[in-house]
């Protein structure tokens, strides 16, 4: 019950017909790394848990890991892992923004483990979320905006509309072009 409190919306996948409202679509991605490198992770086991999980869920199209899990796996690894974990799906967002036609600069698998190993004295981590932070805003700013544009008219026509056409078109899939049937 404590659970589906703290949780807006599950997270469907029926398909087309599932939509989902992104209310935060101007998250301060510098400062929430910056908390997060002061907490050593810890801000995000609770923040993942209130709606970002599910959102990237329902972006990216599957179930990911629950970052907890993540989390523990990294005690042992020195948080190796869930920098590679979040490093995939920072990945994943980029192609995402690619594929709604969002323009550059994105979040990358370089730029997270990069800012994170390399940039660690200059604050690298908070870089890192900025920019996955800036790339997963304008991802949902976009869908936000594409689920109240109309659904296009369907510019085919059904056999049933124009018989003697569908009727040609059966006679050449029996009878193709230079042979006599």
Known sequence: MRQQMMRKEPVRFDGENATMKFEHTHRPGFFLGFIDFFTAGLFFLVYMRLGLQDELEYIL???????????????????????IWMAGIAEELKAKA?????????????????????????????????????????????????????????????AQDNPKESMHQANETRYPKGRKG
């Open 98 to 158: 690619a594929d709604l036609g969002i323009p550059k600069p994105y979040t990358s698998w370089w730029h997270m483990f990069g800012w994170n190993i390399f940039g660690l004295p200059l604050m690298g981590p908070a870089v890192a979320t900025m920019r996955f932070f800036d790339t997963l805003n304008r991802v949902e700013d976009r869908m936000n905006r594409n689920a109240l544009r109309p659904a296009p008219a369907l510019c085919c026509y059904s």
């Open 61 to 83: 199209g599957h179930k990911v890991m629950p970052y907890w899990k993540a989390y523990l796996i990294g005690i042992p690894t020195l948080f190796i892992y869930p920098l």
